[in-house]
């Protein structure tokens, strides 16, 4: 499986935006780039996966680079119930399982 | 949306015990289910891919004569840890993932159960 490289932790204030990023610089034509989070003592909880486009829900939005060698998760007004481990995970589209990386821990302030 | 419940959400046992972790997917059907465990302040590690009337498939390292995995429904993987010892309390998650082509075609995680070990 391609591997991403996310930064250890971030800090946000509440009410603002956060950029999450992720590098996957061995990325195939093939793989999905999905994100996930987990709040502390629950499982994972999908956020939005893409393969090219920019993609948004009502969670969050997810803007691929052009190379798609990185990509950057975007909350648009942090929250308190935001705070979480992110992990942004390449799956191929022939793949069947998700394996996680470290994750960013995101802490957001009051 | 798709919900997978897993059950226990905790339980403690004796050493040298087995326990059953139950996972179902409630709304949709799920040929294939996963199995995680999450040690304390680490990520998530894939243990096994369980499918539907065939046997498990394990990840490198992970002892499947420990780990049993039972997939007899499109709704239902259970998990026994078998002759549980301390080094086996985590955080056991499961993960379901919906039929090709089905709307729910993704991945929806289980609440997670607490294993402690004493």
């Known amino acids: 499986d391609a591997k991403t490289t996310q930064p250890n932790s971030m800090e946000s204030n509440e009410e603002e935006p956060v950029h999450l990023p992720c590098n996957h610089s061995t990325i195939s034509g093939t793989d999905y780039i999905h994100w996930y989070r987990q709040l502390p003592s629950q499982g994972p909880e999908y956020v939005i996966h893409?393969?090219?486009s920019n993609v948004n829900n009502r969670m969050a939005s997810l803007a691929i680079a052009e190379d798609r060698k990185s990509s950057t998760l975007i909350l648009h007004r942090a929250t308190l119930r935001d705070a979480a481990v992110y992990y942004c995970i390449l799956r191929d589209h022939g793949g069947n399982k998700l394996v996680f990386g470290a994750g960013t821990i995101l802490r957001v302030k009051s | 949306g798709a919900v997978v419940s897993q059950h226990p959400s905790w339980v403690i046992c004796k050493s040298g015990t087995s326990v059953k972790i139950e996972c179902r997917s409630l709304?949709?059907?799920?040929?294939?289910m996963f199995w995680y465990r999450q040690f304390p302040k680490q990520s998530l590690m894939l243990m096994a891919t369980s499918n539907e009337g065939s046997k498990a498939t394990y990840e490198q390292g992970v002892e499947k004569d420990k780990f049993l995995i039972n997939h007899a429904s499109l709704t239902l993987s259970t998990l026994t840890v078998t002759s549980a010892h301390p080094e086996d309390s985590s955080f056991y998650i499961c993960?379901?993932?919906?039929?090709?082509?089905?709307?729910?075609?993704?991945?929806?995680f289980g609440s997670g159960t607490r294993l402690t070990v004493v």
């Open positions: 709304d949709f059907q799920a040929t294939t």
């Open positions: 993960s379901a993932r919906d039929l090709p082509g089905h709307y729910n075609y993704g991945y929806t």
């Open positions: 893409g393969l090219t």
